[in-house]
């Protein structure tokens, strides 16, 4: 099979986005060693560049690890938690449930906050539980909920956890590097975000920052972290002392080293603009279509992926699949509200006019 044949997609998706041009020259690139001294010098400056994107306070730990977002996800449970130990989960969709679920199987006792289908975990529910037990070692949360298009108010829910004991990991996949994102101000503890969300660079690392207080509760575990591949310690051999511990995946250092520098240089405030301006004129061109926003409360609403109630008697399935002839990939709904809304993706590259005015013309003429 001959890569040639493969379709130029337009990927309007929640992810992956479309490369950052810089992003697909530096995988070009030819292959160096991932213990030679350029190599370092470039985890160096990405590591000083996720502190900027992260809003880090000094002593912060950031590094890649070798994995997607969900690695990003495992590597803070696997880190921080031990056996026995209580979590409080913000669960409000697919991504919450799957972090509770992760934390159940470290051994965690696991509590959980919900929200109904489509609105914001409230942080009078976070309080509430947090009253109840004086012993939660770890608070849980999606900022961005992509299953369902749901913005959750971290900076609130920090706000609530920063005088508890706990530490607070925060699940950035849909929010950094296009939103401000501010860990050292806000008191997040662990962030992780997925190197083709808003970066734009391709799957397969997963950008991760650890403050100094949850560096020191990892020094202070009582058993050893049970998932060898992203022991904090063995990080921190590789990224900080520079020694052996496995071979990390070196052309798509390259490749997010490029993305996050076109991210910085572009700057939050502009990409979240950008982000704002795509997002106002998707909604007003698709409303004469019978689209509408899920989410309730404008609030509540995440920019970065747009989750469009679909028009009555809408066929979901099959228009997909005629833009997908039209090499446009737009996604559905997630469980319960599949076939009821669409999830633009926002994120990075995908935050572009041109690729929506492709998918506007492709639906007016499909449906008239
Ligand atoms: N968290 C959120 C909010 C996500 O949207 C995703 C993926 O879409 C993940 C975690 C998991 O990331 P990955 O699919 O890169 O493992």
Same mark, same amino acid.
């Given at each position: 099979?001959?890569?040639?044949?493969?379709?130029?997609?337009?990927?309007?998706?929640?992810?992956?986005?479309?490369?950052?041009?810089?992003?697909?020259?530096?995988?070009?690139?030819?292959?160096?060693?991932?213990?030679?001294?350029?190599?370092? @010098?470039?985890?160096?400056?990405?590591?000083?560049?996720?502190?900027?994107?992260?809003?880090?306070?000094?002593?912060?730990?950031?590094?890649?690890?070798?994995?997607?977002?969900?690695?990003?996800?495992?590597?803070?449970?696997?880190?921080?938690? !031990?056996?026995?130990?209580?979590?409080?989960?913000?669960?409000?969709?697919?991504?919450?449930?799957?972090?509770?679920?992760?934390?159940?199987?470290? +051994?965690?006792?696991?509590?959980?906050?919900?929200?109904?289908?489509?609105?914001?975990?409230?942080?009078?529910?976070?309080?509430?539980?947090?009253?109840?037990? +004086?012993?939660?070692?770890?608070?849980?949360?999606?900022?961005? !909920?992509?299953?369902?298009?749901?913005?959750?108010?971290?900076?609130?829910?920090?706000?609530?956890?920063?005088?508890?004991?706990?530490?607070?990991?925060?699940? @950035?996949?849909?929010?950094?590097?296009?939103?401000?994102?501010?860990?050292?101000? %806000?008191?997040?503890?662990?962030?992780?975000?997925?190197?083709?969300?808003?970066?734009?660079?391709?799957?397969?690392?997963?950008?991760? @920052?650890?403050?100094?207080?949850?560096?020191?509760?990892?020094? @202070?575990?009582?058993?050893?972290?049970?998932? %060898?591949?992203?022991?904090?310690?063995?990080?921190?051999?590789? %990224?900080?002392?520079?020694?052996?511990?496995?071979?990390?995946?070196?052309?798509?250092?390259?490749?997010?080293?490029?993305?996050?520098?076109?991210?910085?240089?572009?700057?939050?405030?502009?990409?979240?603009?950008?982000?704002?301006?795509?997002?106002?004129?998707?909604?007003?061109?698709?409303?004469?279509? +019978?689209?509408?926003?899920?989410?309730?409360?404008?609030?509540?609403?995440?920019?970065?992926?747009?989750?469009?109630?679909?028009?009555?008697?809408?066929?979901?399935?099959?228009?997909?699949?005629?833009?997908?002839?039209?090499?446009?990939?737009?996604? /559905?709904?997630? /469980?319960?509200?599949?076939?009821?809304? %669409?999830?633009?993706?926002?994120? /990075? !590259?995908?935050?572009?006019?041109?690729?929506?005015?492709?998918?506007?013309?492709?639906?007016?003429?499909?449906?008239?």
């Amino acid at each position: 099979m001959s890569l040639d044949a493969f379709p130029e997609h337009i990927l309007l998706t929640p992810g992956p986005t479309p490369l950052h041009p810089h992003a697909l020259q530096a995988l070009s690139r030819p292959m160096l060693g991932h213990m030679d001294p350029e190599v370092f @010098a470039l985890n160096c400056e990405i590591q000083g560049d996720l502190r900027v994107m992260y809003g880090t306070a000094p002593g912060t730990f950031t590094a890649l690890l070798a994995g997607t977002g969900s690695l990003g996800m495992e590597a803070g449970f696997a880190n921080l938690v !031990e056996a026995g130990d209580e979590v409080l989960v913000c669960a409000n969709g697919s991504f919450g449930r799957r972090m509770a679920e992760m934390a159940a199987r470290y +051994g965690a006792r696991v509590r959980v906050v919900t929200a109904p289908l489509g609105e914001a975990i409230r942080a009078d529910d976070v309080a509430a539980e947090l009253a109840k037990s +004086g012993d939660i070692r770890m608070v849980a949360v999606v900022h961005g !909920e992509t299953s369902t298009g749901v913005l959750n108010p971290v900076p609130e829910i920090a706000e609530l956890v920063r005088d508890t004991g706990a530490l607070l990991a925060v699940d @950035a996949v849909t929010t950094a590097g296009m939103e401000p994102f501010h860990m050292a101000r %806000w008191g997040v503890d662990y962030a992780y975000t997925g190197a083709q969300k808003c970066l734009s660079a391709p799957p397969g690392v997963a950008p991760v @920052a650890i403050s100094e207080r949850a560096l020191a509760r990892h020094a @202070a575990r009582r058993t050893p972290t049970p998932l %060898w591949y992203c022991d904090f310690e063995g990080l921190r051999d590789y %990224w900080t002392r520079q020694t052996y511990h496995h071979t990390v995946p070196v052309n798509l250092h390259f490749a997010l080293h490029a993305a996050l520098r076109a991210a910085l240089d572009e700057g939050m405030a502009a990409r979240q603009r950008r982000v704002q301006q795509v997002g106002e004129a998707i909604v007003s061109a698709l409303a004469p279509l +019978g689209f509408s926003p899920y989410v309730r409360r404008p609030q509540d609403r995440l920019p970065t992926v747009l989750a469009l109630r679909l028009p009555q008697g809408f066929d979901d399935a099959g228009v997909r699949q005629a833009l997908r002839a039209r090499e446009i990939s737009v996604t /559905g709904g997630l /469980g319960p509200t599949a076939g009821q809304i %669409w999830r633009l993706g926002l994120m /990075g !590259e995908a935050a572009r006019p041109g690729p929506y005015r492709a998918l506007m013309r492709a639906l007016e003429d499909l449906l008239g």
